[in-house]
């Protein structure tokens, strides 16, 4: 069974460009959490989606926004790119709502 | 506010000896606790979870405590090997709701001496 693919690996970005991050599910997952991990530091919850609908949101500007589409693929948008964004930014899913997250590697963003 | 902490940053081990990681939390309506191993350059792995109508559980040479009473999980890690070192969180959650996600602790670094 695949695991949890995020996509890409790494990007590195401009201050002020927008990057767009991807991640695919376990089969059969239907809940996916974005959760930001800065350098050094723990996971904060971004996103939560469950079956395509957004059902919460953690403590970022309105710059971090994502979607859920319907084979439950979800990607992760960060308008407006700060410094500061540069991260590890980890994507995980579950089949039951809040339990047994499996995450993927994550992508690491650069911002320069 | 809530919160999920971890006492220490850094616990540096000899190979072979046990391992104790300790976390605390601060929501008392939590009902499901996780660790997480986190190596470098990978996401975070389960290890092993509990829920709050347990004071125990075992996995393969690791062990989870609860104590609700003073709120504090711990994660027992027995015969501690090199490949053992990497980064450990503990997660908490509560039922299912609008505002449920899992919150991390903020990690502690788990090195093992050879």
């Known amino acids: 069974e695949a695991g949890v693919t995020q996509s890409p690996t790494h990007l590195i970005k401009t201050r002020g460009q927008q990057a767009t991050l991807r991640c695919s599910p376990i089969s059969g997952h239907t809940s996916v959490y974005w959760y930001q991990q800065a350098l050094g530091l723990g996971l904060q919850f971004l996103l939560w989606y469950d079956e395509g609908e957004e059902r919460n949101r953690g403590n970022f500007p309105p710059r971090f926004s994502g979607r859920q589409f319907p084979n439950y693929s979800s990607e992760l948008n960060v308008n407006a790119l700060e410094l500061e964004d540069s991260a590890l930014y980890l994507c995980?899913?579950?089949?039951?709502?809040?339990?047994?997250?499996?995450f993927g590697s994550g992508t690491r963003l650069t911002v320069v | 506010g809530e919160s999920v902490g971890l006492h220490l940053p850094t616990l540096s081990v000899q190979e072979g000896d046990n391992s104790i990681i300790n976390c605390a939390y601060s929501?008392?309506?939590?009902?499901?606790f996780i660790w997480y191993k986190q190596e470098s350059g990978k996401g975070p792995q389960f290890i092993i979870d509990i829920r709050s109508n347990m004071d125990k559980r075992q996995g393969q040479r690791v062990t989870v405590l609860l104590n609700k009473t003073v709120k504090h999980l711990s994660l027992q890690i027995a015969a501690t090997q090199p490949g053992d070192s990497a980064v450990y969180f503990c997660a908490e959650t509560r039922p299912t709701g609008a505002n449920s996600k899992l919150t991390f602790g903020k990690g502690i670094t788990l090195s093992v001496r050879p």
């Open positions: 929501n008392s309506a939590s009902d499901y």
């Open positions: 995980a899913s579950s089949s039951t709502v809040n339990y047994g997250y499996t």
